[in-house]
């Protein structure tokens, strides 16, 4: 079972905790997909005649990610002395996973498939919502058994 190793008494003030969110994995390799996104919206115009506004819609649906991904590490991230990083638990882990599978998948069927907007993305919306459930009960249960 992994094991959290962080001071529970410090009070930390909000550079800090912003620090200790964007030490995540999943922060960082977001916002390393969102800079990528970023790039290559300048050398896709250069190559393509008539940019749509498909690249544009996918980086707004990375940032959204970026953000969401965020928030869930401020709620439920654990700061780990020993490897010097925030952690999150394997289910929020995988649930984030999953969440950006489905979203990389709607969008698909959203710009290339015959599925309206609504459609292609009720899925990713449940999925969300199932995880800051999860990560807000587990903050609740960590600070009343504390």
């Known amino acids: 079972m992994l094991r959290y190793y962080y001071n529970r008494s410090a009070n ?20 390393v997909l ?12 250069m190559i393509l005649l008539d940019m749509s506004h498909k690249i544009c819609f996918l980086l707004l649906l990375c940032v959204a990610l970026l953000a969401y991904v965020f928030v869930i590490v401020w709620i439920s991230g654990h700061w780990n002395e020993q490897l010097q990083r925030t952690q999150l638990s394997p289910i929020i882990n995988v649930l984030i996973l999953v969440l950006i599978l489905s979203c990389s998948w709607a969008f698909y069927q959203h710009m290339y498939g015959e599925v309206g907007w609504w459609g292609a993305y009720i899925f990713p919306i449940c999925i969300a919502m199932t995880t800051i459930v999860i990560a807000i009960l587990t903050r609740i249960i960590e600070h009343r058994y504390r």
């Open 12 to 31: 930390f003030s909000l550079q800090k905790r912003m620090y200790q969110v964007a030490t995540n994995r999943m922060v960082r390799g977001m916002i």
């Open 34 to 45: 969102n800079i990528v996104l970023l790039l290559l919206i300048p050398i896709l115009d």
